[in-house]
């Protein structure tokens, strides 16, 4: 079977996707191979199509036990033989998957890193036929990457026991650093590089200060994506339970996930954000590698992550199936004093916080920029972009640049005031006095008698917290971790002395919650034209299908190979095998109920 074969009788495709071909023919040729594709870039099928055109077993390293079930769940839905071995197997499924294994049966196997450096399990699998070892999330190889994980550097060892089995190292994201230390790191310098555009079109992506950041999730689930499926990340444990609860008291379907939780919680978790349509997970950064549910419609950062890299990974986890999605970041100062501080606190060497502030940074600059989101983020990766990309906050309500030097100054100069009367204060603080309100902290300190009092009551105090922030940012104050206390920088003098001016952008006013029938007409707007009553039917047999079959629902189709039913209303099983994702094994098998459905619908 030739790769192209494979692509439409197995997977049910017309054509390869931008870089999949090339990664394919060189793995074919016995060649070491890195690819860096954007999530839902079809990095899988590199790996997936070689093994079926193969002889013998391709080995597949995955970081993630979950990772492993799902992919093989879905490939045993296209015909494929494929099996994991892992921690979590009974003792008879473990006999039963070495059995296969040595017995040539399997096309592909998943394992975890630890379980194939084990003892004696390399020199068990010597014997047998390996066209390729693939290695999935290969930035948890590089300590550089914002996922390292110790145990994955114990693959060098493939190429010394392995010298003739060509390697694919797969990742969504890594920058030049990271892919020089992930090829140095598996001991396979010879490897052909294949870096595809980052860019992901469906995804819209925004960011916005916190302002009553409860409210400003309500609002953007509300408005972009009411009943979807979402992500939620959160910096800490209590933060992503805090906002589960939030969504569930207004009536949302919200789970938490963090690695404070036991393991058949988040297994059970998972399982329901997978299984189920319109679940949202509010989770730390411990969720979501290897989550392959293609119809999460947006994912919403509440804090900052630690890098452009993490946090373009996690983005990535929306629209997988190509569909209108959202990234949403919720950022503020305490983000950044929290996560500098992790860095200056950290047992790292001196070279690797460099690294790490120069990360956070990138990632801070982003968050405040003026210009095209979708343009800073691909030039991060050193792709070119023209802007504007009319998928990011910027393009679509392009910010208003104002010379803010004069209030810039009033707040440095009761920063600075304020500390000399009495000690340094947080940013709150500040702002009230600026605005003259009549507190009791105020009174304490005396500080109605700064001549900074009152001083900045003719601009509204969400312009003043969004100024505070910048300052912060911008690096002209200081914020203690501890208690977020403000203190001048060096930096700071050149503006109050009139020296430096500061331009800084005007927010834009969020749209006014929609209403049910302006849901729903969104809802439909984003999708393509087809039949929507159609569409929700056959979402309804998938689900009946998934369910009996005790798979996730896409495992069956996909939403987009839905959309497609729905829009061409095949009427022969020919007709439904020209849809996209129907390979001949689903045509077999879903065919028939699937054309009763629609046909039905006509009928009627």
Known sequence: MTPQEALNKVYGYHSFLGLQESVINAVMAGRDAMALMPTGGGKSLCYQIPALCLEGTAIVISPLISLMQDQVSALKQLGIKAAALNSLMEPAQLRQTNAELFEGKLDLLYI????????????????????????????CISQWGHDFRPEYTQLAVLKQRFPRVPLLALTATADELTRKDIVKNLNAPQAQIFIASFDRPNITYSAAIKDQEKKQLLH??????????????????????????LLKEHGYNALAYHAGLDGDTRRKNQDIFTRQEGVIMCATNAFGMGIHKPDVRFVVHMDLPKSVEAYYQETGRAGRDGLPSSAMLFYGTKDIVQLRHFIETSNAPEKQKTIERQKLNMLAAYAQSPGC?????????AQDYAAPCDGCDNCLTPPQPFDATLNMQKFLSCVHRAAQASFAFGAQHIIDILLGKDLEKIQKFGHQNLSTFAIGQDTPESDWKSLAQQAILSGLVRADPEHSALTLTPAAWPVLKGLQKVQLCKFVKPAKALSKKEKRNQQTQQMPAADNALFERLRALRRALAERENVPPYVVFSDKALLEMAALKPKTTQAFADINGVGAFKLEKYAAVFLEEINKGEQE
């Open 220 to 245: 953007f689930i509300e408005t972009k994506h009411p009943g979807a499926s979402g992500i939620v990340y959160c910096l800490s444990r209590k933060r992503a339970e805090r906002f589960a609860e």
């Open 373 to 381: 989101r979708r343009k800073t983020l691909l030039n991060y990766f």
């Open 112 to 139: 975890s890193p630890e379980k194939l450096c084990s003892e004696g399990f390399l020199d068990a699998i010597s014997r047998i036929k390996i066209p390729l070892f693939a290695i999935d999330e290969a930035h």
